[in-house]
């Protein structure tokens, strides 16, 4: 199993530039997460899902969307890039059942310019 | 709103020593989920150890244990024998087992530095 994995693992925008994050897991979870983590603030819950097609919004919403169109996948999107969006964004996946940790990608380094 | 302190943004300890990360968190619920996470210069997160509320015995892996006291709502992490890999820095993290979204809130973290 890859577990949970993120495309790309670096990226520079320009500001106003649009892009997208790809999160897949292999494990069949229905839960799926998006954070970013800044110096000083641990990680922030940005957008989940708590299952194929729906999505919520979390702690810092503001700025992206995301779409759960399959199970495995969690997009994370960024339509107009500004510099205050210079994080490191990780995704995680858990199991339905209660009690059972998330498990997390690698993590996406992404800086605005 | 659960919040999830951790009061100690560095800490340092000799290598073989034994240190101990502190983690308060403030909740009205009485059944939840605890968890300390890892995370190494590699960026990975990496469960540590995980408590759940309803047991009283403290959770041990290995070298890692947990002195969980939930009236004080305290959930401190030692880890004995301090290796060099342990050098990280360290989330404590809470987890209601009342809400369905199944969210984790994170604590800001304590960097830990091994010294040889």
């Known amino acids: 199993n890859a577990g949970v994995t993120q495309t790309p693992k670096f990226r520079v925008l320009k500001t106003g530039q649009s892009m997208t994050l790809l999160c897949a897991q292999d494990m069949n979870h229905e839960y799926m997460y998006w954070y970013r983590q800044d110096p000083g603030m641990g990680l922030r819950l940005i957008h989940y899902s708590v299952g194929e097609g729906t999505t919520a919004k979390g702690e810092v919403p503001d700025g992206y969307n995301v779409s759960r169109l399959k199970k495995q996948n969690f997009l994370l999107g960024l339509e107009s890039a500004a510099p205050s969006q210079t994080s490191v964004y990780f995704c995680?996946?858990?199991?339905?059942?209660?009690?059972?940790?998330?498990?997390f990608g690698p993590g996406t380094r992404l800086t605005v310019t | 709103a659960q919040t999830v302190t951790q009061s100690q943004p560095e800490m340092s300890v000799q290598e073989a020593e034994t240190v101990t990360l502190s983690c308060t968190y403030d909740t009205s619920e009485s059944d939840y989920y605890l968890f300390w996470y890892k995370q190494p210069p590699s960026r990975q997160m990496i469960l540590v150890i995980r408590q759940e509320a309803y047991k009283q015995q403290n959770a041990t892996e290995n070298r890692f244990s947990v002195n969980f006291q939930k009236a004080a709502k305290s959930f401190s992490l030692k880890i004995s024998d301090s290796q060099l890999g342990d050098a990280a820095m360290y989330f404590c993290?809470?987890?209601?087992?009342?809400?369905?979204?199944?969210?984790?809130?994170f604590g800001k973290g304590t960097r830990l530095h091994i010294l040889p």
């Open positions: 995680a996946s858990s199991y339905s059942r209660l009690g059972h940790e998330q498990y």
């Open positions: 993290a809470y987890r209601s087992s009342m809400n369905r979204d199944d969210k984790i809130i």
